[in-house]
């Protein structure tokens, strides 16, 4: 199973700006979210890039596909699988053997990473390529 990183053990100079930009995007006036956001931007960036680099590893390709949802990303693994059998046996393997699951809990926004599906291709033979949606529970 991996291991993941809580919100809770990010840097705190990161939390703050992640906090900072859920707050400036809950802004109900127009004018002042865009004036924010624009105040902003270069801080706001520089936290997504080091998000980018807390959650790569050097065998997978993290995705963020937008940012105004970070809570949702996707993990391309840059090495094949070798699995032999169809595709449904592959996708059953991996949800059994390599899926990420959140631990049950009485409280909301644990911060817990957690598979939401899989896109598989074929490559040839018995090599898959996979990407896998994952979710925050924020």
Not at 77 to 86: C, L, Q, R, V
């Amino acid at each position: 199973m991996r291991e993941h990183i809580k919100n809770g053990e990010y840097p705190n100079d990161l939390r703050f700006i992640l906090l900072l930009y859920r707050k400036v995007k809950q802004e109900t006036d127009a004018a002042k979210r865009h004036e924010n956001i624009a105040y902003w931007k270069n801080e706001i960036q520089d936290a997504r890039k080091q998000l980018r680099k807390i959650g790569q590893e050097p065998d997978r390709i993290v995705i963020t596909p937008d940012m105004r949802y970070p809570e949702y990303y996707t993990i391309i693994y840059k090495k094949p699988f070798e699995f032999d059998g169809t595709k449904d046996e592959f996708a059953t393997w991996l949800w059994d053997n390599f899926a990420s699951y959140c631990a049950p809990s009485q409280y909301d926004c644990t911060g817990q990473h957690f598979t939401t599906g899989f896109k598989i291709a074929h490559i040839g033979g018995n090599r898959w390529r996979v990407a896998e949606s994952m979710g925050v529970d924020v």
